[in-house]
């Protein structure tokens, strides 16, 4: 009997779920009970990036949007308990919402723009999506969601950018550093090196998150129903029980 082993180069969606995870767990471990550990919510800083793109990749895949829609809206009602307890201590916490009502806000704005797309002639299309662009990102500012504005075009930016040539990944690479370095950044840390001083901007390890993406060649993985809940159940459930430890 022979036994084949096969080593692949690329990796699944599945994967990446779970590796998005996994670093999302690390950052809000150190969020909840490890606040020195600060190594943890650097490579927690990662996990953004790969759920933004997997979002952009379920709309490119998905055969009923509608579906995809009430199912994010489903776990973010469901999961807006569990986050407020985690942010704010209580179980009302208006001042900010979870990362499923960016998501379902990013959703929104990509199928308004394939409807411009559809409707209009390219030039009228093109103005009306951009006004679509800086709606989203004046909206996730002003509803509070989770990364705010950036954290829509950053949906948007896999959206817009998506493929595999290199002209693909510089945009994508251009973009994030633009979002999560100048935008979003803030907290910095002090390095010498060769006697110079340099900060490296902590939201600016998200950018590494690009290395797994670009690993990904379009293979699902595991795409069983079972596995599907558990990644929707994975949010609410892990907050809500590093909550319940810290208290």
């Known amino acids: ?13 599945s ?16 969020a909840m009970l490890f606040p020195s550990a600060e190594w943890l919510t650097c490579v927690g800083r990662m996990a953004y990036p790969i759920f933004a793109f997997l979002v952009a990749e379920g709309y490119a895949h998905t055969s009923n949007l509608r579906r995809y829609m009430r199912r994010l809206l489903f776990w973010a009602v469901l999961s807006e308990i ?8 209580s179980i009302f916490y208006p001042y900010h919402q979870n990362v499923l009502w960016t998501f379902l806000l990013s959703l929104g704005v990509i199928a308004l723009m394939e409807r411009c797309r559809e409707r209009f002639r390219p030039t009228a299309a093109a103005f009306l999506q951009a006004g679509l662009v800086l709606l989203g990102f004046v909206l996730g500012y002003a509803v509070m ?10 949906v ?6 998506r493929g595999q040539s290199w002209k693909k990944r510089l945009l994508q690479l251009v973009c994030l550093y633009i979002l999560h370095v100048r935008l979003l950044g ?8 060769f006697g110079h001083e340099l900060e490296i901007v902590q939201q600016g390890f998200a950018l590494l998150a690009l290395l797994p993406i670009w690993l990904y060649q379009g293979r699902r993985g595991i795409h069983s129903k079972r596995f599907q809940y558990f990644c929707y159940a994975f949010y609410p459930a892990h ?5 319940l430890i810290r208290e």
């Open 186 to 193: 803030g907290y910095y840390y002090a390095v010498q090196l």
């Open 156 to 161: 948007l930016t896999f959206y817009f950018f």
């Open 1 to 13: 009997m022979t036994v084949r082993l096969e080593i692949r180069k690329d990796i699944s969606s």
């Open 82 to 89: 569990p986050f407020d307890l985690m942010c704010g201590g």
């Open 15 to 30: 994967s990446l779920h779970i590796l998005a995870m996994g670093l999302m767990l690390c950052d809000h471990l150190w």
């Open 239 to 243: 907050m809500l029980l590093l909550f």
């Open 145 to 154: 969601a989770d990364y705010y504005g950036a954290g829509v075009l950053t």
